[in-house]
């Protein structure tokens, strides 16, 4: 009988190992659709178009008009902002992973010598959230990591909280991939420095948006 339960684990140990390695390997559901290279031209110039503005909106003072002995005070000048959409970002990505020439990035195509290359890459914004899906090589598979959470900032830091994280379409614990993340993060801190022109960023009703200081 003893031997029969045994044999049972194993069979049932087997199985499941099996399932997670399929569901590893498994392509999960896009979290945004494929651009084409005319869209992504179009959308990577409208993000350069956007932060131009911005940047020139950040360096302009408020105007000083004539002095005046009025008791009122001066109310404070809005801040300028920048309100970038998840087609824009994913544009702007597929260039800057070293896609030169505007067309899209594929399971071929790679970033370099880095490790883990990148050789495609996804996002989009949802409310507050962030979803991101990049496909790298893992011990010679290719595979779709996805990840979602909160992208904030402090101390002129840009920050990311994850509240959903897998690996092809198995699920893994948030818990037990932030501590790791989150040191990653550290390690790359010079690469999360805002720019100077930049006091605040979040993804707020599904776009990405920044704040001058």
Known sequence: MKLKLDRIISIATLVASLVAILLVLRKPAPVAPRQTPAAIAEHAQSFDQKMAEFEQATQQSPPSGPETTSPQPTAPSPKAEVHINSDEISAALAQTLGDAGGAALTPDSSIGSAAPAIKDQQVSFDGDLVHGQFLTEIAGKDVWISVSGHIGDKD??????????????????VSLVNPALQKKLAEARDRMKLPDNVGGVKVENGELVMQSK
Do not use: M, Q
Not at 156 to 173: H, M, N, R
């Open 156 to 173: 002129g830091y840009a920050t990311f909280d994850p509240t959903e994280f897998k690996v092809g379409d198995l699920s893994v614990p």
